[in-house]
């Protein structure tokens, strides 16, 4: 028996309402059901193959700013998608914590309305020891990001440089 994938995840939140909005209307999911005396609220991204990849439920009991889990990714198919998130955290006000380059990887680590750390990345077909995790401009033309991604891989400074 082997575990074949991740099926879905889920948090507890403070305001259902804020979070629902943020998850629906910023990151672009599809509520797919909800169940408001549970007060919880189903979403996906590609609801026509999967009813649910991700869940929010009322209840959170510990404080803002306690670390829960690490981060929730969210996989787009071009580096237009990911352009159009960083001019969406940009309007609507989104605290983004880096835009990085994973080698393998480009992303976008920002925090949802209650402080939960977030990723949306867009793969590279490109095998790179991890951590690998540089900063990089996203706002930059394609071909500007993807020339930079491929110096800042080839370097030779240190290969995981995190914000604080």
């Known amino acids: 028996m082997a575990i074949s994938g991740l099926g ?22 599809t509520v797919t059901d909800e169940d408001e005396n549970l007060q919880i609220v189903f979403f996906s991204a590609q609801p026509e193959h999967e009813h649910h990849e991700f869940v929010l439920q009322a209840g959170r009991t510990s404080p803002l700013g306690d670390k829960q889990q690490h981060q929730i990714s969210w996989r787009v198919e071009t580096l237009e998608d990911l352009r ?31 402080g939960n750390r977030n990723e949306v990345y867009l793969r590279i077909e490109r095998d790179v020891r991890q951590p690998f995790r540089k900063s990089i401009d996203l706002g930059l033309s394609p071909e500007e990001i993807y020339a930079e991604a491929e110096r800042l891989l080839n370097d030779g400074d240190e290969a995981y440089q995190p914000v604080q």
């Open 84 to 114: 159009t998130f960083h001019l969406r955290f940009a309007r609507e006000g989104v605290t983004v914590q880096q835009e990085v380059t994973h080698g393998n990887a480009l992303g976008i680590y920002f925090f949802d309305p209650e």
């Open 8 to 29: 879905h995840t889920g948090l507890w939140v403070y305001d259902l309402p804020k979070m629902r909005d943020f998850y629906e209307r910023v990151m672009g999911l």
